[in-house]
């Protein structure tokens, strides 16, 4: 168990660049979330993954931002034009689904620092 | 729509007090409930995972308890120590959708 690893670490950018990240998970894990945290607030959901199948998108998830997650293992989140707004901690998380919902616990990677400038 | 709330926003405690964070949610119906623990410019290290059948999880000093019926959760931190500062989050898994829902946190200082 290698845990949940998320490149880079930090990007710089202007504005109107697209950037990508990528998250690889836990390798038995079939679930895979993307999360976006500001300064001072909670992660706030934006995409979710079982295997291959994005199952769900936020409203936050505008026509801008994109995630894959090709043959169910690593995923990317690409974020197109970028704006000043979008400069956040982005977050990856994978969860095994064996236990069910109830017993489905979260492990995060250490994030991608996005600052727009 | 699950909300999440979490009391106090921020906390400053002498070393050695023990000490109660609090963390509220709207809806009852839930697979679980989660705690986690966040340093400065990191990811999100978990504490503590209470199932919706369960009352309360212990992992050393650390204690998690989880009331459904009222929408309400707590996480005792016994003996509270300088490395123990740092923001903690607590966050929901409701029944009716894939998405963890989080609180905003709350931030501890322990000073030595």
């Known amino acids: 168990d290698t845990g949940v690893s998320q490149d880079p670490r930090h990007k710089i950018t202007k504005r109107g660049q697209n950037v990508t990240f990528r998250c690889d998970p836990i390798s038995e894990h079939n679930r895979l979330y993307w999360y976006r945290q500001t300064l001072g607030q909670g992660p706030e959901f934006l995409t979710y993954?079982?295997?291959?199948?994005?199952?769900?998108k936020s409203r936050l998830l505008s026509d801008r931002f994109s995630a894959e997650r090709p043959k169910g293992s690593f995923s990317t989140l690409e974020i197109q034009r970028t704006e000043q707004g979008d400069s956040a901690m982005y977050l990856c998380?994978?969860?095994?689904?064996?236990?069910?919902?109830?017993?489905?616990?979260?492990?995060f990677g250490s994030g991608t620092q996005l600052s727009v400038l | 729509k699950q909300e999440v709330t979490q009391i106090p926003a921020a906390l400053s405690v002498p070393e050695g007090e023990n000490l109660v964070l609090n963390c509220s949610f709207t809806d009852s119906a839930i697979y679980n409930l989660q705690w986690f623990r966040q340093d400065p410019g990191k990811g999100l290290t978990s504490l503590l995972l209470i199932q919706s059948s369960q009352r309360e999880q212990t992992s050393g000093r650390l204690n998690a308890s989880l009331d459904k019926s009222s929408g309400r959760s707590t996480l005792y931190i016994a003996a509270s120590q300088p490395g123990d500062s740092a923001t903690y989050l607590c966050?929901?898994?409701?029944?009716?959708?894939?998405?963890?829902?989080f609180g905003a946190g709350t931030r501890l200082f322990v000073k030595a």
């Open positions: 993954f079982q295997n291959e199948a994005q199952l769900e």
């Open positions: 998380a994978s969860s095994f689904r064996g236990q069910g919902r109830v017993g489905e616990k979260l492990f």
């Open positions: 966050a929901v898994i409701s029944t009716g959708g894939f998405k963890t829902i």
